[in-house]
């Protein structure tokens, strides 16, 4: 399982990510933390190779991931 931190690093390598922070409402789909149904925030990634030139692809993230993408804050672990 590893650390919040940990399973975003994963989920994300091979890509940039950066905040955009525009609302996209609720979504019932999980979040790519594993984060369950709730607000979504817009991110923007971009695979590390792909050339500075080339189009960025959008998703909607929770508020932890936001603020960990904008930040680097990690949420608090949940006691397990
Ligand atoms: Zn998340």
């Not at 936001?66 to 949420?75: F, G, I």
Request: aromatic share 14%; with cysteine.
């Amino acid at each position: 399982m590893g650390t919040w931190a940990e399973r975003f690093n994963e989920y994300w390598e091979g890509f940039h990510v950066v905040a955009d922070g525009t609302e996209e409402g609720f979504a019932w789909k999980k979040c790519s933390c594993g984060g369950l149904a709730g607000d979504r925030y817009r991110v923007l990634y971009q695979p590390i190779s792909a050339e500075a030139s080339e189009p960025w692809e959008a998703v909607g993230v929770c508020s932890d991931c936001l603020l960990y993408v904008a930040n680097a804050e990690t949420p608090e672990e949940e006691e397990l």
